[in-house]
């Protein structure tokens, strides 16, 4: 089966996904895609994407007479992909709350809308990305829903003596060194992904997620639901945040009730608060209405658009968005709004060049062994150009 991932809602996740489908967004331990991927048992050369226009030379869309149509806003589960192999038809879409998740049909049957018949899963409860926050605020059954698939007729490898383990939900992926570490099951599912690695001194109360080739620095103190990602270096105190993967907060600081994107870097002594000092809901910008909206949360922290970088003890106030690719530095409490390609902080920014910021993700991602694609500059230069009114 040809496998698309559309979207219906790109300006409500900015500025995760300027330069990435929302599919490709990690949510739990895994990203969505590959939570489809898994448990539809997809060849990866099966998927493409339906997309805005300048991601669309990168991220391709390849068509087939037969197509499944998958939201990549939506999380699977397998109530929805055993309705989808054994019931699904020809030219049949899945609808929840009024919005299309699935859909069996061509590309001009699916653009129309024109489907010989509409099925409502609403009581499916379904699981749906619509906003920045939900990837933290969802993250908690996220992780333990990816914890029972990932983990299923598989053995954990074993934690050796240093370690003090409470609980009976932690699961250890081959490869993977632990040290002198606290991993408290009790309150939610711990993974350790392979090759990753925990230093002496850490602490961790689950839902925890460490993914692949990611490293605990010694004496991290992780608190539930937060996700590690793949290439990530952490230490310090981390809440209910979701770090995408390949970015770094590697030294002393808090981070609370956030996500932050991929390739950033997080100085020493970087902090944001999650809470207001009157209890009260947080407001978040939103690119949809280019103003702050109510959140309707207490407590909300930093969201960090993909290679946005921030200098030491750089403080961040209370339900801060930083956008793409910005170098974000200087005393005192930084903007709530942090337009992508910044240079500097405070209100006293000047355009981060986009030659100089290409440049700098070359580097940075050669470190890892990965190339700055050709599709990836224009993307950038893209993002540079549609950000601009931001920046005046």
Sequence with gaps: MNVIFFETNRESLLPLVFAKPIAKLR???TTIEEKWIDLLSIPENKISYLTVTYLSKKFKLNTAKENLFINGSFLPTSELVAFIKNELQLNEALICNDEIVVAKTNLEIFNSESFENLIDITDFYLTSINTVTDIFTTNHEAIEQDFERLTKNKKSAKANKTNTIIGDKVFIEDGATINGAILNSDFGAIYIGKNAEIMEGSLIRGPFALCENATLKMGAKIYGATTIGPHSKVGGEVNNSVIQGYSNKG????????????????????????????????????????????????????????HTKCGINTMFNTGTVAGFSANIYGGGFQDKFIPSFSWGGNGKTTTYQL?????????????????????????????HQQTSEYRK
């Excluded at 390739?263 to 000092?277: E, F, H, Q, R």
């Excluded at 103003?291 to 922290?301: A, D, M, P, S, V």
């Excluded at 030659?355 to 990836?376: N, P, S």
Aim: aromatic share 8%; with cysteine.
């Design 27 to 29: 949510v739990g331990i």
């Design 251 to 306: 030294h002393d600081g808090f981070l609370g009730n956030s996500v932050i994107g991929e390739w950033c870097n997080l100085g020493a002594d970087t902090n944001n608060s999650n809470l207001k000092n009157n209890y009260g809901e947080v407001k978040l910008w939103n690119y949809t209405s280019k103003k702050l909206e109510n959140t309707r949360l207490q407590f909300c922290g930093l969201i960090m658009g993909d």
């Design 355 to 383: 030659e100089k910021a290409i440049e700098t993700a070359e580097k940075v991602m050669e470190r890892r062994g990965i190339l700055l694609t050709k599709e990836d500059k224009a993307i950038f230069a893209d993002i």
